[in-house]
Each structure stands twice: as C-alpha cells, then as structure tokens.
C-alpha cells in the first residue's frame, strides 16, 4: 500500500518580511528548549535555546518566545532572507544540566523564502 | 575546529547485509546520540553515550540494531541484518556537559538505502 509521510507545515514569506515559526511542546516537566535549522541533505544545524526560567532569548536575527503557560514555543526571524529556507526543529529536554539528555523533537515546519 | 564527521555519506546495500555506520564526535565532547530520520516518524534518538558508556538505549528498534563507543572519539551503529524498513537517514551528534551549554551538534547523516 502507498505509504503515508509526516506533512510538514508550510510558511511562506517575502524576502525581508519577519518570519514567525510556533510549536506546542507537550511535556510540562520540560525545562530546557531548543530550535535547529534543517537544510535539505544537512544535519540538524543549532540555532538558539531557552531555558524554562526565560520567557524569552535573542540571537542575531532570532527570537525565541517561550510560554510556559500553554506549553508553547516560537522562533522569530528578523528580515527573512533566501538562506533561510529549511526546515525548522523545536525540540524539548528535562533535567539537561546534570545528566539528562533526551531531547524530544517535534515534526518540524518548512520555511520558504520568496524573492 | 572539524563537526561531527559521520561515514560513509550514503550507504546503498540489500536486504539481509550487515551495515556499519560510524561517527566521530566533536573533540571534547562528553555525550554521543544516535538518531534516525525518515518521512513517518520524524528524528527520534536511537540510543546515547556517556563518556564510552551507554546510557539509554531504549529508542534502539530491535536486537538487530547494536551500537558501540570503543573510545571517546569513535562510534558505530550496526545493523544485522538489514531491512528495507532501515531505510533512513541516520545521524550522529554530540554533546558536551561542561561549558553552560546543553546543545547537541550534529553531523551531515548517513543515508542508508536497504534494497
């Protein structure tokens, strides 16, 4: 039978326009998030974390939001550039510092870029 | 300073070989994850090492799969015999404890084509 495959969500934006990327984390135990980039052919590529004692953690061009509330994560990404097509990972971990080392990866989102 | 470095890149053999891939982590590094990607089930974590010794390998998929870290600079994932349904990209990250950061690095994949 034909096999079926995680559907990825899919956002779109212009060139230069800020890109907003959500994800709902499901273990409120959690304390430590993270995001990676995933080009086609590459590895997962980090590119910001947050602990849960944060609500928020800036980068260069990135922002992630964390509400703990609704168990919910953003990635913002200033001034979308064509190098910023991927897909994008949010992951979850409980208990990193000291030993713990699951991180939990959700199904992803595909960032497209239009010039 | 080199990234992870996984081997081979792709990997193409039939059903019922043996199929080794290996994986050199970061330099320093403390920690080793084995993860798998495919269409349906997203990136899930295989099993993982702490300095040469494994920790959880309860993500392993059956005693087909067998992974080893004879050293802190090496890792092998094996799978005896292969299987069409092995088919994936498998990728190799690590991690160091110390240094305030829980990030995991990874390297490029290996993808592994069961015929």
């Known amino acids: 039978g034909e096999s079926v495959g995680l559907h990825l969500p899919t956002l779109s934006v212009q060139e230069g326009d800020n890109s907003i990327i959500n994800c709902a984390y499901s273990?409120?135990?959690?304390?430590?998030f993270i995001w990676y980039k995933q080009e086609s052919g590459k590895g997962p590529q980090f590119i910001i974390d947050?602990?849960?004692?944060?609500d928020k953690r800036q980068g260069q061009r990135v922002t992630v939001l964390l509400n703990k509330t609704v168990k919910h994560l953003s990635l913002q990404i200033a001034a979308t550039q064509p190098g910023d097509s991927a897909v994008y990972f949010c992951?979850?971990?409980?208990?990193?510092?000291?030993?713990?080392?699951?991180?939990?990866f959700g199904t992803g989102t595909q960032l497209k870029v239009e010039l | 300073d080199a990234g992870v470095i996984q081997s081979p890149r792709h990997e193409v053999t039939e059903m019922g070989q043996e199929v080794t891939l290996r994986c050199k982590p970061i330099?320093?590094?403390?920690?080793l994850f084995w993860y798998r990607q495919t269409m349906m089930r997203g990136l899930e974590l295989l099993i993982y090492?702490?300095?040469?010794?494994?920790?959880?390998d309860s993500g392993m998929p059956e005693d087909r799969f067998s992974a080893k870290m004879p050293n802190a600079s090496f890792s092998t994932l094996k799978i005896q015999p292969s299987e069409p349904r092995d088919s994936a990209v498998y990728f190799c990250?690590?991690?160091?404890?110390?240094?305030?950061?829980?990030?995991?690095?990874f390297g490029p994949g290996t993808r592994l084509t069961v015929l």
């Open positions: 947050i602990r849960s004692n944060m």
């Open positions: 273990n409120s135990a959690s304390d430590y």
């Open positions: 992951a979850e971990g409980r208990g990193l510092t000291g030993g713990g080392n699951k991180l939990t």
């Open positions: 090492f702490n300095n040469n010794v494994p920790i959880d």
């Open positions: 330099s320093g590094h403390d920690y």
């Open positions: 990250a690590s991690r160091r404890l110390a240094g305030g950061t829980d990030t995991q690095y």
